[in-house]
Every structure is written in structure tokens, then in C-alpha cells.
């Protein structure tokens, strides 16, 4: 069966940097698209970045960009996400999620393309 387990959560202060790891068991990445969303208290699950496997291709939502970075390790068929910069409004749980991914196609952002979901990472922002 497959998994997806997210670690590397924590609290820290606002402006530190925490890396979340998102490990695959049942399932190479390798065809994927694998992408972190995250859901803070009484809001919807947005969407944070996302990687394609094969190229490397990333995407991020306009909250994070210069501040994560998506990346990936053939060789432990994980994904990580770097976090810098955080901010109190960053706090939320971050998910990783997986979807098969299709040539010629922009990185997807949306919830429905992804249909392997982690159990989530609680981060907690400090101000």
C-alpha cells in the first residue's frame, strides 16, 4: 500500500527555517508530480509548491516563492521542502502529496491532481 510520511515539523521563531521531508514506501517517485499543501486552524488546504520527478519543473504559490524551495533526492525517493523566512501566517499542517505526472503539462496546483496524501506535519510559526 502506498505511503507518504511527512517529517520535520517543529515550532520555531518567525524569520528561522525548518526542512520538511515527504518519504515515499509502495511507490516510486519517479513518474510523479509530488506536492506540499498545507491547511491552517479554520482555513481551506492551499496549495504550497510542487515538483515534477523527472524534469525537476517546480511551482510555488505567490506566498512562498523566495522564501521555499522544493527538491527532491533520486536515491531516497524523497521530497523536501525548504522553509526559510517564516512568517507567523506559514503556520499551518503541511501535507505532501503525490500524482502521476503527464508530459508537456505544467506543474499542477490543484488538490484534485494529487491522489496519495501524507497524514501531515504540524509547523508552528512564533512571533
Known amino acids: 500500500q502506498v505511503q507518504l510520511v511527512e517529517s520535520g515539523g517543529g515550532l520555531v521563531q518567525a524569520g528561522g527555517s525548518l526542512r520538511l521531508s515527504c518519504a515515499a514506501s509502495g511507490r516510486t517517485f519517479s513518474n510523479d508530480n509530488i506536492a506540499w499543501f498545507r491547511q491552517g486552524p479554520g482555513k481551506e488546504r492551499e496549495f504550497v509548491a510542487a515538483?515534477?520527478?523527472?524534469?525537476?519543473?517546480?511551482a510555488y504559490a505567490d506566498s512562498v516563492k523566495g522564501r521555499f524551495t522544493i527538491s527532491r533526492d533520486n536515491a531516497k525517493n524523497t521530497v523536501y521542502l525548504q522553509m526559510s523566512t517564516l512568517k507567523p501566517e506559514d503556520t499551518a499542517v503541511y501535507y505532501c502529496a503525490a500524482g502521476l505526472g503527464l508530459p508537456l503539462t505544467s506543474v499542477p496546483t490543484t488538490r484534485s491532481r494529487y491522489n496519495y496524501w501524507g497524514q501531515g506535519t504540524q509547523v508552528t510559526v512564533s512571533s
Open positions: 515538483i515534477r520527478w523527472s524534469s525537476g519543473s517546480t
